[in-house]
């Protein structure tokens, strides 16, 4: 997946449950980023990380939790807080200040 | 922080035309654009890029143009085929936050044969 995977690729979360989603890189990248996409829809930004031990919200955090003890790990855990998570997440990762990003191929989450 | 607006939200050519898509930043400092292409239930995908210090890139049927004055940047597609069918986003560094990049909110296109 070009430096980047994600896993698992679909994902099935109950009512109340907490999920992780994984995120690795072996691009040596410093940042990280998590996105939601809904169907249909552009891209959301949830929480991201410019170097290890460091990270910020995005614009809709609410109901997610990150960590980036690993330069190589960002994993995402979608809280039960979070009542309508059911998206398609991508993760990406970015060598700094004006440069593309590279995305993993993404989790698609559903609740059942 | 920057602002990205992308129009058209979709676009229809027939096979064998171009296709624009333009977007428009707000900071003047921006010096990097991006444009992702992201075909159904796959990752986007980095196609084309420009820098602030030239005004056009291309490569082999897509191109990018950057008009630093009018703030706005734009991705042309010509002689399209159906495997150009997809969505383009374009982006822009945020400038409140270091690495960060502002997406559009994105252009389906549809090529019809």
């Known amino acids: 997946d070009g430096g980047i995977t994600q896993s698992p690729k679909y994902l099935f979360r109950k009512e109340g449950q907490n999920v992780t989603l994984s995120c690795e890189q072996n691009?040596?990248?410093?940042?990280m980023y998590w996105y939601r996409q809904d169907p249909g829809q552009g891209l959301r930004l949830i929480y991201y990380?410019?170097?290890?031990?460091?990270?910020q919200k995005g614009d809709i955090a609410e109901g997610y939790s990150v960590s980036r003890e690993k330069k190589e790990s960002f994993p995402l855990t979608v809280t039960s807080a979070q009542k309508n998570p059911t998206a398609f997440y991508l993760c990406a990762s970015s060598i700094g200040q004006s440069y593309g990003y590279t995305f993993g191929s993404g989790t698609r989450l559903t609740v059942v | 922080g920057e602002n990205v607006e992308q129009h058209p939200s979709t676009l229809s050519v027939q096979e064998g035309d171009s296709a624009v898509i333009k977007c428009t930043y707000s900071d003047s400092a921006s010096n990097y654009f991006p444009w992702y292409k992201q075909e159904l239930g796959k990752r986007p995908q980095l196609i084309i890029d420009i820098r602030s210090n030239v005004g056009e890139k291309k490569d082999q049927r897509i191109a990018v143009t950057l008009n630093k004055t009018a703030k706005h940047f734009s991705l042309h597609i010509t002689e399209t085929q159906p495997e150009d069918s997809a969505v383009y986003f374009c982006?822009?560094?945020?400038?409140?936050?270091?690495?960060?990049?502002?997406f559009g909110a994105g252009t389906q296109v549809v090529v019809t044969p």
């Open positions: 691009l040596n990248h410093d940042a």
């Open positions: 990380s410019q170097i290890v031990n460091d990270f």
């Open positions: 982006a822009a560094p945020s400038t409140d936050s270091w690495g960060k990049l502002q």
